[in-house]
């Protein structure tokens, strides 16, 4: 047959990723930050929840010689606060940048010690929130230490001898 050419064996088979198998170190990554990032946007929604719950109902009453209902709408707005925090917190954690990981690391951290002075009146959302935001920060930092850090250029763009 004219312009046809045998292959015993077919084509070859097509691989998927880089030579030698497994992912490319900048693929796991971004993965982490990512996982990092959702991680970050769940935690800060069940803040935002919560926040929002505290600030619109007082639903802390104290029976002494009495009921008198305690005011913890301060801490609901600090809350809610920490809760945009961490939404933005969750978005910049996705770029590629030292500074942004530390900064995403800095809110995670911030709202794993809000636990410790709001745990008394919600534990359930706040070992919730503090859970998902200290794996985020654990991912993040894991993040900073496989990431080389780069050295500026020379001025000029002239190597020194």
Known sequence: MRGHSSRPNGPAPRRSGPPGGGTR???ARRSRRLVAGLLLGAAGAVDVLAGVS???ADPYV???DGFRHLDVTGW???QLATGVELLVAALVATIDRRAAALAAIGAGAFAVLLTVAL???QPVERATSALLAAVA???LAGHLRATPRRRPAAPGGRGIN
């Open 76 to 78: 609901g707005w600090f």
């Open 119 to 121: 745990f008394a009146y």
């Open 54 to 56: 505290a600030v619109q």
């Open 137 to 139: 920060v654990w991912l």
């Open 62 to 64: 104290v029976a002494d």
């Open 25 to 27: 170190p900048d693929d």
